[in-house]
């Protein structure tokens, strides 16, 4: 241990460490400042970090570099204070404040870039380690974070080494991937003569059992949602009653979901295949444990596979960095089971996804009905990173098989009671996408599981809103219709439809954006026209009124007590048509209009299809119309064509009520269409070479 007493005390090492930053702070006022790089997260060293809080003032000028600071705050304050910069590519809750504020700066960078980071300007003039004691060979490993402190460590150009007596030392050994035909150095070792310095500590090391504390209903949804997690896997590998291994390679990372898809598998006895993560928690020691992790040897409690037994990469259970118990820590100490790889090799998706069924689970702050992720950002506020979250969601998705899966609560619990989505229309502006809708994943909630691969923008909403909170969903659906690639969303999608006098126009579902433009249609109907639509003698004015249309085209068109359609040529309407809700039944009362110059266009057979087409998707039971018996002739001849039964109305005689069954509309529509369909096959067999047409063309020729 003489290589560990030649650099004295941690503070003087400290002193050292200073020094060296003041020797390359910058003369010009251009200039990069000096970078000094802390282990973060579990490799965090506290003794270090009360030394700076205490005396900022000995690396003034100089930036900071950590990954994931846990704090505590009022020490990074200090030393913000004393003109020490703060530089992270993941934020912790130590300085996230202080990046909202604009007194620290968030580097925003997937996890498998971050060590590329330090081969340029973020290059550390001054690392410190946190390693593990050395072994016979003077070897040591860069502790729980080592996956992410070994680029920067080996990157600076003076490197300090505390050593823990409590830290574990990783399996050191040098192994092949027959998958990408590479061989790679497992336990991210450094030799102690490396360093520039070297001290010894013995402090607590930062740990994370399971199961921190969580309310009881939303503990019932994490395990919900772990439940619909590994029940999409069963269902993606199409395993039978009796399998008792998921084919599948997982990511299960650190949070009470990972911990709870772990606590599921081990309730089941449902193991899997193995495990690449670039970071672990107690959960996969729990698997491990209990036999269930197959291409680690199923290693079982006290016993320690040998090299022999585990002799490829992925053979082991894959990560970057630890956080979790020491009881997690002491199981992996000098573990052949496990393969401590550097991050620039556990995130990369090219290595990732020659895992065959590699799923990867991850959790998100909000995911909006058309698939874009937010990890990163809490309305307009930075709260994390996207961390690996890309890296594996790729990885995963380009694998054989594999599958991304994004895991979160359709709604959480306000402060003041309330119950806020989790599952938003679109993402508050500023928000950081960490997945983009480019990249289609599987989002679980504890309602059910929406897979999002290979569908259109209309489709994800619908799978999105089946697995929103249930006292959100009208309104989400609401929201999702005021965007123009959402058209149709919960009532029918847009569609062409052809005017008698051969043009084209647009029918869709109606939307809040339009109430200009039908103002601007009801300008154009003709007193007769008014007369006739709304019974009565009903003034343009007051058919315009804001708070008449607002409540036509916003608060009650929900597609479910209220539907509209309209159709609109060259970006005007020139028809619209509505069902309203009668009761709490299935009866809508149903109404339509056409501009008063796009008269016999067939615009109210259009119309009337959507309507249709609409109540069969809503499930709706009847509908009811009202018109006027002399003064309406073309609605009247619109209604009986379509089967609609005509009743006298008992308290107006000018007054005749229309009445028919959804079902038997659709029905007749089908018979309609077939018949249609059957008249274009007979006109394009006769037109075909040989067909009627055909043969009375050549005789009149030959004629």
């Not at 937010?374 to 594999?402: E, M, N, P």
């Not at 006298?648 to 018949?675: G, I, K, M």
Request: proline share 5%.
């Amino acid at each position: 241990m003489s290589q560990i007493e030649r650099s004295g005390t941690l503070d003087a090492a400290l002193q050292q460490a200073a020094a060296q930053l003041a020797q390359a702070r910058p003369d010009g006022a251009t200039a990069h400042r000096p970078v000094l790089y802390l282990p973060g997260n579990a490799g965090r060293i506290d003794a270090v970090e009360q030394w700076l809080f205490a005396q900022p003032e000995a690396i003034a000028g100089c930036d900071v570099f950590q990954i994931y600071a846990l704090g505590p705050a009022e020490g990074w304050e200090r030393t913000v204070l004393a003109n020490v910069g703060l530089v992270t590519p993941f934020i912790g809750p130590g300085v996230r404040h202080l990046v909202n504020a604009g007194l620290a700066r968030n580097i925003r960078c997937n996890l498998s870039q971050v060590p590329q980071l330090f081969e340029g300007r973020w290059r550390p003039e001054v690392a410190i380690a946190h390693v593990s004691p050395p072994d016979a060979e003077g070897r040591v490993t860069l502790g729980l974070n080592a996956g992410l402190d070994i680029a920067p460590v080996r990157a600076a150009r003076w490197k300090l080494a505390v050593v823990s007596r409590r830290m574990p030392r990783w399996h050191i050994a040098s192994v092949d991937d027959p998958a990408s035909g590479q061989r790679f150095d497992i336990g991210c070792a450094m030799r102690l003569d490396e360093f520039d310095a070297v001290v010894e500590i013995d402090e607590p090391l930062l740990e994370r059992p399971m199961q921190t504390a969580q309310s009881a209903e939303a503990s019932a949804d994490t395990r919900a949602i772990a439940a619909n997690v590994i029940d999409l896997l069963h269902r993606d590998a199409a395993m039978g009653p009796g399998a008792d291994t998921l084919p599948h390679t997982l990511q299960l990372g650190i949070g009470r979901l990972p911990d709870a898809v772990a606590d599921e598998l081990v309730a089941r006895g449902l193991g899997v295949a193995g495990i690449w993560s670039e970071m672990l928690s107690d959960g996969v020691l729990r698997l491990l444990r209990a036999g269930l992790i197959a291409r680690a040897g199923r290693t079982s409690a006290g016993e320690r596979d040998t090299p022999g037994h585990i002799a490829t990469l992925r053979e082991r259970i894959v990560v970057g960095f630890v956080l979790g118990s020491m009881a997690l820590y002491e199981a992996m100490h000098d573990n052949p089971a496990f393969a401590v790889l550097p991050q620039a090799e556990v995130n990369d998706p090219a290595l990732i996804r020659l895992n065959d069924r590699m799923a990867s689970l991850n959790a998100a702050l909000a995911v909006s009905l058309t698939g874009e992720v937010a990890a990163a950002t809490l309305d307009k506020r930075y709260y994390s990173d996207v961390g690996g979250q890309f890296d594996f969601a790729l990885g995963a998705s380009w694998s054989r098989g594999g599958v991304a899966v994004i895991g979160l609560p359709s709604a959480v619990r306000l402060r003041d009671g309330a119950l806020g989505s989790r599952i938003v229309a679109t993402h508050a502006e500023g928000a950081h996408h960490t997945i983009g809708a480019d990249l289609p994943v599987v989002v679980v909630s504890e309602q059910g599981a929406a897979d999002l691969r290979g569908l259109h923008d209309c489709e994800r909403v619908e799978a999105m809103l089946s697995i929103a909170h249930p006292q959100w969903r009208a309104a989400l659906a609401k929201d999702a219709r005021t965007l123009p690639s959402m058209q149709g969303v919960g009532a029918i999608p847009a569609q062409l439809v052809a005017l008698r006098d051969g043009r084209h126009a647009v029918l869709r579902p109606a939307v809040r954006a339009d109430i200009p433009a039908i103002a601007d249609y009801i300008g154009r109907l003709s007193e007769a026209d008014r007369f006739t639509r709304y019974m009565g003698t009903v003034s343009e004015r007051a058919l315009t009124d804001p708070s008449r249309m607002n409540r036509l085209y916003d608060e009650t068109l929900d597609y479910r007590e209220h539907a509209a359609f309209l159709i609109e040529l060259d970006r005007e309407v020139i028809g619209v048509s509505h069902a309203f809700r009668i009761g709490q039944g299935g009866t809508y009362e149903v109404s339509y209009s056409r501009r008063s110059d796009f008269g016999r266009q067939g615009l109210g057979t259009h119309l009337m299809h959507a309507l249709i087409d609409w109540g069969v998707a809503a499930g709706a039971e009847n509908f009811y119309a009202t018109t006027y018996r002399n003064k309406n002739p073309r609605m009247r001849s619109l209604f009986d064509r379509f089967g609609f039964s005509a009743h006298a109305d008992p308290d107006d005689y000018n007054a005749v009520s229309y009445r028919a069954t959804v079902h038997e509309l659709a029905r007749q529509r089908a018979v309609r269409a077939q018949a249609t369909a059957a008249l274009a096959e007979s006109a394009r067999a006769a037109r075909a070479p040989g067909g009627v047409a055909d043969q009375d063309s050549a005789l009149a020729q030959g004629a």
